[in-house]
Every structure is written in structure tokens, then in C-alpha cells.
Nanobody
Framework: QVQLVESGGGLVQPGGSLRLSCAASGSIFSIVTMGWYRQAPEKQREQRELVASITRYGVTNYADSVKGRFAISRDNAKNTVYLQMSSLKVEDTAVYYC??????????????WGQGTQVTVSE
């Protein structure tokens, strides 16, 4: 079993910054991809959108809406992924979920989610 624990959410004014962290622990051989998704208040779970992802080798992918404002990074030794969010907008308000594709060895790769951390951008 693998646990993902997020931290760093909160309330911030438009134009402000926040840094999210997500640490994975448990039975981990390696982590293939780590990423952040978000679910806006009016959306259902199935409508979570990818914010950013990063492979073990540092290849990144961003949603168009956050390009140039958000930066994802990871520390493989700590099984931790970070999301630096800058120039935040009201429409960035959402619950942010950490996601990881974990390799348990012998070709067993499973998908895990964190519990989510609330990010609210408001005056």
C-alpha cells in the first residue's frame, strides 16, 4: 500500500503564490510519474483536470491554463513532488490532488491519489 500526503494549500489573494508538496510512502520500488490534478467546486470527481505532471526523468507536462505560472518538480530520493504556483487567479480555486503511478516491481504499476488540499484564491 502507498500513501500520498499533500500539504501547502490555503487562502491567497489573486496574484499571490503557494507551494504544494506531496510525499509518497509505503511499498514503493519506484515512482513512474507524479502529478497534480484539481477539482473545481462545481465539478464532479470525473471532471478532475490535470494541472501538471512529471516523469521520473524530469519530463514535464502542463495544462495550457497554468503554463508560465506553475512549475512542477520532484525529488526522487524523497518520493516527493512539488507544485510552485505563482500569479494565482480566482479560477485556480479548487481542491488539488496529488497522483502517482507507483511501480511495485515485477511490472506491477498502480495508480494512487492523495486526499486533496484546498487552494482558494480570493480577495
Amino acid at each position: 500500500q502507498v500513501q500520498l500526503v499533500e500539504s501547502g494549500g490555503g487562502l491567497v489573494q489573486p496574484g499571490g503564490s503557494l507551494r504544494l508538496s506531496c510525499a509518497a510512502s509505503g511499498s514503493i520500488f519506484s515512482i513512474v510519474t507524479m502529478g497534480w490534478y484539481r477539482q473545481a467546486p462545481e465539478k464532479q470527481r470525473e471532471q478532475r483536470e490535470l494541472v501538471a505532471s512529471i516523469t521520473r526523468y524530469g519530463v514535464t507536462n502542463y495544462a495550457d491554463s497554468v503554463k508560465g505560472r506553475f512549475a512542477i518538480s520532484r525529488d526522487n530520493a524523497k518520493n516527493t513532488v512539488y507544485l510552485q504556483m505563482s500569479s494565482l487567479k480566482v479560477e485556480d480555486t479548487a481542491v488539488y490532488y496529488c497522483n502517482a503511478d507507483v511501480n511495485h516491481g515485477l511490472g506491477r504499476i498502480y495508480d494512487y491519489w492523495g486526499q486533496g488540499t484546498q487552494v482558494t484564491v480570493s480577495e
